[in-house]
């Protein structure tokens, strides 16, 4: 059995890390005195994970040359639902014909992402979409996608009428109508994340906090949902499911139909094989161990779609499942069993994933075993319950489904400020569990691991002078300015929560003095989602631009839910917030585009001053005339739609630039040219970073 699960463990590396597998696979060979086996099987491995990587990358290349770019009308089948991207939604397609003169004429082309400003369309409709075609090789929800059709329209020509369409989307309306009664609860859209993995109301900052807990796999619908769902499925059968066979053969069919419910994303493809494998051993008289299953699932898996190699998802349920199958017999002879058997099978998946999270998120939960103890029977009553009530159709029963899962939304949002590792942190945990493992060594190795802990988890403090930091958010704006007794001043928070809400926890942000929303503009405020949810607002400054949806509506409302006093300041205002003195130029009218209409700060500290002008273009700033300052924030990412005169007369000792990749040309180089020659020195986040200005030094 430990050689099984030693071979099948080293398969998966060898398809997710290869030198990772080289290397465990040369040790478990070299420990059971296999030496030749070793250097086999490294080779083998390292030999297996490239050709899978190969193959992936050469079919993405041959797709993405097959698409033909230019208008086109297409028709073909939805893959999943739309999602929101910013103000346009997204959906993947496989297309099935193009139209040409009017008539379809067939045309199975790759996968494409779809991207249009509506589409009312579920998975399995056929639909014709009429747009812009061009090839751009990626990925859409994880998944290779050729190229990308900007569509004007979508039309719906018939609805999905595949057996297992059919049934899949009849149970995610099941699931939507029997949560509707209770939506807009962040808990409602939780346990949709339970049943059906379908997190699109969930509040991002939730969604972040689920992953810095460690609590995140719970939506990502896998092994133990898959168990759910076969007992229901079975127990809905009734008498049709009586015997081992009959039961096997259902339950291979429920398998099919929940992959479908949940949109076949690559962790419920696993569970769903690995389960169909032992099921068929069932039907044939063939028993299949748990490592056995994993194993030939992963073989199946990367045999049909070697692109999966890469998927994240994919890979951390890979693992965290292989985790779990070495880790559940850890702490057998510990009493109560049920209690160490769970924290020894999510201490050992936890373990397990720890080198994926540090290669894609750069940060490990220090508590996610005891978080995962706590949460993971929470999550089996919410589950179990809410999707009892939400199918019977019986409300109560959905609503007391949704008390456990609101207790998992607790947990997840106290434990999102619990210490996060870093690649020194885990080496050092490592460390300090195996010199823990020694006796002579274990007083030494929990000093040495506590002030390990202590100096990579805790969070710095305050700076000693007045700083400002302009964050790397990529394409927008989010400005810190950062005081010596605690005081923060933030404007604008960027286009992603996630990206503004790590920034403030790695300075260990918990409060700000003063919000300062220069303009509706999502670059600007769709990072400012749920940021009442994880830090405490004193009051806000806002532009008066509201009325128009999006981003900065959402925000708008966010701060008056939160009882945060929120003023549309005009030119002569000024605020004290610790050192820092903010007064507000401008705007001084009223202007046709909400760039000209941004809030201008002039910010002073320790002798020193800052312009933040928002992203105001040539119109506003001849009306506001050039200004002075030590330092500023260039407006509109460095776009050509300043007027250079007023650049040279504003012109700066630093001129900082927020820019991100893009494809617009920021920051023009003509913009760059007149603030260097004016004598400003010019820096850029894209190529810097954060960039830190302590004025007080300046």
């Given at each position: 059995?430990?050689?099984?699960?030693?071979?099948?463990?080293?398969?998966?590396?060898?398809?997710?890390?290869?030198?990772?597998?080289?290397?465990?696979?040369?040790?478990?060979?070299?420990?059971?005195?296999?030496?030749?086996?070793?250097?086999?099987?490294?080779?083998?491995?390292?030999?297996?994970?490239?050709?899978?990587?190969?193959?992936?990358?050469?079919?993405?290349?041959?797709?993405?040359?097959?698409?033909?770019?230019?208008?086109?009308?297409?028709?073909?089948?939805?893959?999943?639902?739309?999602?929101?991207?910013?103000?346009?939604?997204?959906?993947?397609?496989?297309?099935?014909?193009?139209?040409?003169?009017?008539?379809?004429?067939?045309?199975?082309?790759?996968?494409?992402?779809?991207?249009?400003?509506?589409?009312?369309?579920?998975?399995?409709?056929?639909?014709?979409?009429?747009?812009?075609?061009?090839?751009?090789?990626?990925?859409?929800?994880?998944?290779?996608?050729?190229?990308?059709?900007?569509?004007?329209?979508?039309?719906?020509?018939?609805?999905?009428?595949?057996?297992?369409?059919?049934?899949?989307?009849?149970?995610?309306?099941?699931?939507?109508?029997?949560?509707?009664?209770?939506?807009?609860?962040?808990?409602?859209?939780?346990?949709?994340?339970?049943?059906?993995g379908d997190v699109r109301a969930l509040p991002p900052v939730d969604a972040e906090a689920l992953r810095l807990a460690?609590?995140?796999?719970?939506?990502?619908?896998?092994?133990?949902?898959?168990?759910?769902?076969?007992?229901?499925?079975?127990?809905?059968?009734?008498?049709?499911?009586?015997?081992?066979?009959?039961?096997?053969?259902?339950?291979?069919?429920?398998?099919?139909?929940?992959?479908?419910?949940?949109?076949?994303?690559?962790?419920?493809?696993?569970?769903?094989?690995?389960?169909?494998?032992?099921?068929?051993?069932?039907?044939?008289?063939?028993?299949?161990?748990?490592?056995?299953?994993?194993?030939?699932?992963?073989?199946?898996?990367?045999?049909?779609?070697?692109?999966?190699?890469?998927?994240?998802?994919?890979?951390?349920?890979?693992?965290?499942?292989?985790?779990?199958?070495?880790?559940?017999?850890?702490?057998?002879?510990?009493?109560?069993?049920?209690?160490?058997?769970?924290?020894?099978?999510?201490?050992?998946?936890?373990?397990?994933?720890?080198?994926?999270?540090?290669?894609?998120?750069?940060?490990?939960?220090?508590?996610?075993?005891?978080?995962?103890?706590?949460?993971?029977?929470?999550?089996?009553?919410?589950?179990?319950?809410?999707?009892?009530?939400?199918?019977?159709?019986?409300?109560?029963?959905?609503?007391?489904?949704?008390?456990?899962?609101?207790?998992?939304?607790?947990?997840?949002?106290?434990?999102?400020?619990?210490?996060?590792?870093?690649?020194?942190?885990?080496?050092?945990?490592?460390?300090?569990?195996?010199?823990?493992?020694?006796?002579?060594?274990?007083?030494?190795?929990?000093?040495?691991?506590?002030?390990?802990?202590?100096?990579?988890?805790?969070?710095?403090?305050?700076?000693?002078?007045?700083?400002?930091?302009?964050?790397?958010?990529?394409?927008?704006?989010?400005?810190?300015?950062?005081?010596?007794?605690?005081?923060?001043?933030?404007?604008?928070?960027?286009?992603?929560?996630?990206?503004?809400?790590?920034?403030?926890?790695?300075?260990?942000?918990?409060?700000?003095g003063l919000l300062v929303v220069t303009h509706l503009h999502a670059d600007h405020t769709a990072g400012l989602a749920?940021?009442?949810?994880?830090?405490?607002?004193?009051?806000?400054?806002?532009?008066?631009?509201?009325?128009?949806?999006?981003?900065?509506?959402?925000?708008?409302?966010?701060?008056?839910?939160?009882?945060?006093?929120?003023?549309?300041?005009?030119?002569?205002?000024?605020?004290?917030?610790?050192?820092?003195t903010l007064r507000v130029l401008g705007p001084g009218r009223r202007y046709a585009g909400p760039n000209d209409g941004?809030?201008?700060?002039?910010?002073?500290?320790?002798?020193?001053?800052?312009?933040?002008?928002?992203?105001?273009?040539?119109?506003?700033?001849?009306?506001?005339?050039?200004?002075?300052?030590?330092?500023?924030?260039?407006?509109?990412?460095?776009?050509?739609?300043?007027?250079?005169?007023?650049?040279?007369?504003?012109?700066?000792?630093?001129?900082?630039?927020?820019?991100?990749?893009?494809?617009?040309?920021?920051?023009?180089?003509?913009?760059?040219?007149?603030?260097?020659?004016?004598?400003?020195?010019?820096?850029?986040?894209?190529?810097?970073?954060?960039?830190?200005?302590?004025?007080?030094?300046?």
């Amino acid at each position: 059995m430990a050689a099984a699960a030693a071979a099948w463990v080293g398969a998966w590396l060898g398809g997710v890390c290869p030198w990772c597998a080289a290397g465990l696979g040369a040790l478990i060979a070299a420990a059971a005195g296999w030496r030749r086996q070793a250097v086999l099987l490294g080779g083998v491995l390292v030999a297996a994970a490239g050709s899978g990587w190969a193959a992936a990358e050469r079919d993405a290349a041959t797709l993405a040359a097959s698409v033909p770019a230019g208008p086109v009308v297409l028709e073909g089948r939805v893959l999943d639902e739309p999602r929101q991207a910013g103000e346009e939604v997204r959906f993947p397609l496989r297309p099935e014909a193009i139209v040409v003169g009017g008539r379809p004429v067939v045309w199975e082309g790759p996968r494409l992402a779809v991207s249009a400003a509506a589409a009312t369309v579920t998975a399995g409709d056929r639909i014709r979409a009429t747009g812009t075609l061009a090839a751009a090789p990626g990925r859409l929800r994880g998944d290779p996608v050729a190229g990308r059709l900007s569509a004007r329209s979508v039309e719906l020509i018939t609805a999905a009428s595949d057996p297992l369409f059919w049934a899949g989307n009849l149970l995610r309306e099941r699931v939507a109508g029997g949560l509707a009664p209770f939506g807009g609860r962040a808990e409602a859209a939780l346990l949709a994340g339970f049943l059906i993995g379908d997190v699109r109301a969930l509040p991002p900052v939730d969604a972040e906090a689920l992953r810095l807990a460690g609590l995140s796999h719970f939506v990502a619908v896998s092994g133990s949902n898959v168990a759910l769902f076969l007992a229901a499925w079975w127990l809905a059968a009734g008498p049709l499911g009586w015997g081992p066979r009959r039961r096997a053969v259902l339950g291979l069919v429920g398998l099919a139909v929940f992959v479908v419910v949940t949109r076949w994303e690559p962790s419920v493809v696993r569970a769903a094989v690995m389960a169909g494998i032992v099921l068929g051993g069932r039907l044939a008289g063939i028993p299949i161990d748990p490592w056995t299953a994993l194993g030939g699932a992963v073989t199946v898996l990367l045999l049909v779609s070697a692109d999966l190699v890469g998927d994240v998802g994919f890979q951390l349920s890979v693992a965290a499942t292989a985790g779990v199958l070495a880790g559940g017999g850890l702490f057998a002879s510990r009493r109560p069993r049920w209690a160490w058997g769970a924290l020894g099978a999510t201490a050992a998946a936890q373990a397990a994933v720890a080198p994926l999270l540090l290669a894609h998120f750069g940060s490990v939960p220090l508590l996610a075993p005891l978080t995962n103890v706590v949460a993971a029977p929470l999550v089996a009553l919410a589950t179990s319950v809410g999707g009892i009530g939400v199918l019977a159709g019986l409300s109560p029963l959905t609503a007391l489904g949704l008390i456990p899962a609101r207790v998992v939304l607790v947990i997840a949002r106290a434990a999102a400020g619990l210490p996060q590792l870093g690649v020194f942190g885990v080496g050092g945990l490592a460390i300090v569990l195996a010199g823990a493992a020694v006796p002579r060594l274990r007083p030494a190795a929990v000093l040495a691991g506590a002030a390990a802990m202590a100096i990579l988890t805790i969070p710095p403090g305050p700076p000693p002078g007045p700083l400002l930091e302009v964050l790397d958010v990529g394409q927008g704006d989010a400005v810190l300015l950062r005081g010596p007794d605690g005081e923060v001043v933030l404007v604008d928070g960027g286009p992603d929560p996630r990206l503004l809400r790590a920034e403030l926890r790695d300075r260990g942000i918990s409060r700000i003095g003063l919000l300062v929303v220069t303009h509706l503009h999502a670059d600007h405020t769709a990072g400012l989602a749920g940021l009442t949810a994880a830090v405490a607002v004193d009051r806000a400054w806002i532009a008066d631009q509201g009325g128009e949806g999006g981003a900065f509506d959402r925000m708008a409302a966010e701060l008056a839910a939160a009882g945060v006093a929120a003023e549309t300041p005009a030119p002569g205002w000024s605020a004290d917030v610790g050192v820092f003195t903010l007064r507000v130029l401008g705007p001084g009218r009223r202007y046709a585009g909400p760039n000209d209409g941004s809030l201008v700060l002039l910010a002073s500290a320790a002798g020193r001053t800052v312009l933040l002008p928002g992203d105001i273009e040539a119109v506003a700033q001849g009306d506001l005339g050039p200004v002075r300052a030590d330092v500023m924030k260039v407006p509109h990412q460095g776009a050509a739609t300043s007027d250079d005169r007023w650049l040279a007369g504003s012109a700066p000792r630093v001129a900082v630039i927020s820019v991100g990749p893009n494809d617009f040309g920021h920051p023009a180089p003509d913009v760059v040219a007149t603030l260097e020659a004016s004598g400003a020195v010019v820096r850029r986040t894209d190529l810097e970073g954060t960039i830190t200005i302590r004025l007080d030094r300046l």
